[in-house]
């Protein structure tokens, strides 16, 4: 894992320097001003209906309106129904979501729930971030033929994967024509575990790597929000955010430039939420 007012206006002060009119001829003479007063508006400028005085150049300064930038930050995209999502194109490709809200039928969701919650082992690893150790608010769970790194965390190679997952790895092969070697498996014990921003583009997972993701268990909201584009400063605040309740049962398959372009989480909930397992199947390179 590598580690919203909806407008801005950048606003410049904006103007330059004009030539002077001189003042029309046809003016009443009763109003017209006197010797000096004429000078000075000649010379001058009206500025906040007072006559301000210019006296070298002759020019005075038009104010212009602020020319205004307005960034708009796209519309929240909320995925609930199955199908396939690009969520976006750059120039290294598309950011494909396909997503099947009922992949494994909810009994059979049910047993794989209890298999996985009693058979992992599952453990409280801790990210290292700036030299720091942080317990990572969730459990977790590695099966691969390689060790996995993300975060300051190594998972060690471990290639025993139970009868079940190898089960699921099988069904999720047949359905996506890939051949997955690993998965990630997440426990969320209650709605205060979660997983921040991140995005799976760790070296051993190559370029775009395709992830598929399976869920047990009560229901959490996927978020993805779009990173800035090279160049531009990682400022979140205007970037698209997508998000999808993953629902016990359901796949979610990343593909393309998913990890590149965009970063994911599971948000901590402030309402209850029951135990949640979610297993990414990813396919992993030696280092
Ligand atoms: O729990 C989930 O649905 C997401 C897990 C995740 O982001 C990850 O394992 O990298």
């Given at each position: 894992?590598s580690?919203s007012?909806?407008?801005?206006?950048?606003?410049?002060?904006?103007?330059?320097?004009a030539?002077?009119?001189?003042p029309?001829?046809?003016?009443?003479?009763?109003?017209?001003?006197?010797?000096?007063?004429?000078?000075?508006?000649?010379?001058?400028?009206?500025w906040?209906g007072?006559i301000?005085?210019?006296p070298?150049?002759?020019?005075?300064?038009?104010?212009r309106?602020?020319?205004?930038?307005?960034?708009?930050?796209?519309?929240?995209?909320v995925i609930?129904?199955?199908?396939?999502?690009?969520?976006?194109?750059?120039?290294?490709?598309?950011s494909?979501?396909?997503?099947?809200?009922?992949?494994?039928?909810?009994?059979?969701a049910?047993w794989?729930y209890?298999?996985?919650y009693?058979?992992?082992?599952?453990?409280q690893?801790?990210?290292?971030?700036?030299?720091?150790s942080y317990?990572?608010?969730?459990?977790?769970?590695?099966?691969g033929e390689?060790?996995?790194?993300?975060?300051?965390?190594?998972?060690?190679?471990?290639?025993?994967?139970?009868?079940?997952?190898?089960?699921?790895?099988?069904r999720?092969?047949?359905?996506?024509g890939?051949?997955?070697?690993?998965?990630?498996?997440?426990?969320?014990?209650?709605?205060?575990?979660h997983?921040?921003w991140?995005?799976?583009d760790?070296?051993?997972?190559?370029?775009?790597?395709?992830?598929a993701s399976?869920?047990?268990?009560?229901t959490r909201?996927?978020?993805?929000?779009?990173?800035?584009?090279?160049?531009e400063?990682?400022?979140?605040?205007?970037?698209q955010?997508?998000?999808?309740?993953?629902n016990?049962?359901?796949?979610?398959?990343?593909?393309?430039?998913?990890?590149?372009?965009?970063?994911?989480?599971?948000p901590?909930?402030?309402?209850d939420?029951?135990?949640?397992?979610?297993?990414?199947f990813?396919?992993i390179?030696p280092d």
């Open positions: 894992m580690s007012s909806d407008k801005r206006r950048r606003a410049r002060v904006q103007g330059g320097w030539a002077p009119q001189r029309k001829k046809s003016s009443a003479s009763s109003s017209a001003p006197s010797e000096p007063e004429k000078s000075r508006i000649y010379e001058g400028q009206a906040m007072k301000v005085d210019q070298t150049t002759g020019k005075k300064f038009i104010y309106e602020p020319e205004e930038e307005i960034r708009v930050k796209p519309p929240d995209k609930t129904k199955p199908g396939v999502y690009d969520i976006s194109e750059s120039e290294i490709g598309t494909r979501l396909r997503f099947f809200p009922e992949f494994i039928e909810s009994k059979e049910d794989f209890d298999q996985f009693q058979d992992l082992p599952w453990r690893r801790s990210d290292v971030k700036n030299g720091e317990l990572q608010p969730r459990l977790t769970a590695w099966f390689h060790p996995y790194s993300y975060s300051g965390v190594t998972h060690d190679k471990n290639s025993e994967m139970t009868p079940a997952l190898r089960h699921l790895k099988a999720l092969e047949e359905a996506t890939y051949k997955f070697n690993s998965v990630l498996a997440n426990l969320y014990r209650d709605g205060h575990d997983v921040p991140h995005s799976d760790e070296k051993s997972l190559r370029s775009q790597p395709t992830i399976l869920s047990f268990g009560d909201n996927f978020e993805l929000r779009k990173k800035a584009p090279p160049g400063d990682a400022n979140y605040e205007y970037a955010h997508v998000s999808m309740p993953l016990q049962g359901s796949l979610l398959i990343m593909e393309g430039a998913v990890q590149e372009d965009w970063q994911h989480r599971i901590r909930e402030y309402h939420r029951g135990p949640r397992i979610n297993l990414t990813r396919i390179y």
